[in-house]
T-cell receptor, first 109, second 111 residues
Framework: QKEVEQNSGPLSVPEGAIASLNCTYS??????FFWYRQYSGKSPELIMS????GDKEDGRFTAQLNKASQYVSLLIRDSQPSDSATYLC?????????FGAGTTVTVRA | DARVTQTPRHKVTEMGQEVTMRCQPI?????VFWYRQTMMQGLELLAY????????DSGMPKDRFSAEMPDATLATLKIQPSEPRDSAVYFC?????????FGPGTRLTVL
């Protein structure tokens, strides 16, 4: 199982601020990277995927990938209370995904 | 709106009973995964299938857990006999080209 490390959190940010989530992975050969959001009591929901170095934006979310540094991040701009959740980083491992332990984000009004 | 479905959503049973959980993957997805999630262990991969063939079930306690995919529309996870330590949320996910989409989960409580 490939290792995927996330900053443990919890991360508390004020409403309207940028939340920054970080993830590092052990296998330099990994090609696909995903961010999942999991609300308490719900299942993980895929919110972003990234495959190439650089930034990928989708609404208020930006995923950043740096394969040389084996680092992937997720930025949440203009954070809203509805963004309060646990965010899981996942990296491909053949046909399956290796997941990080998750970072819990709380957006305070 | 294609979704992974799981039944039952909740299951309370007594130690020693058999538990069967079912999953209907998204049509066209060729990989199916079973996960278990607890507060202590996080998300654990139990088993997965590609094109209905089991690829890896090393995450499962072999003596009591079994996973099958009798056809492309149904995956099952069975626990026999169940134990209190099996209490957890069990997720099925189906995938295509690396992405995985999770079902709503089965919350299992073994008394």
């Amino acid at each position: 199982q490939k290792e995927v490390e996330q900053n443990s959190g919890p991360l508390s940010v004020p409403e309207g601020a940028i939340a920054s989530l970080n993830c590092t992975y052990s296998d330099r050969g990994s090609q696909s990277f995903f961010w999942y959001r999991q609300y308490s009591g719900k299942s993980p929901e895929l919110i972003m995927s990234i495959y190439s170095n650089g930034d990928k934006e989708d609404g208020r979310f930006t995923a950043q990938l740096n394969k040389a540094s084996q680092y992937v991040s997720l930025l949440i701009r203009d954070s809203q209370p509805s963004d309060s959740a646990t965010y899981l980083c996942a990296v491909n491992d053949d046909y399956k995904l290796s997941f990080g332990a998750g970072t819990t984000v709380t957006v305070r009004a | 709106d294609a979704r992974v479905t799981q039944t039952p959503r909740h299951k309370v049973t007594e130690m020693g009973q058999e538990v069967t959980m079912r999953c209907q993957p998204i049509l066209g997805h060729n990989t199916v995964f079973w996960y278990r999630q607890t507060m202590m262990q996080g998300l654990e991969l139990l088993a997965y299938f590609r094109n209905r063939a089991p690829l890896d079930d090393s995450g499962m306690p072999k003596d009591r857990f079994s996973a099958e995919m009798p056809d492309a529309t149904l995956a099952t996870l069975k626990i026999q006999p169940s134990e209190p330590r099996d209490s957890a949320v069990y997720f099925c996910a189906s995938g295509f080209e690396g992405s995985q989409y999770f079902g709503p989960g089965t919350r299992l409580t073994v008394l």
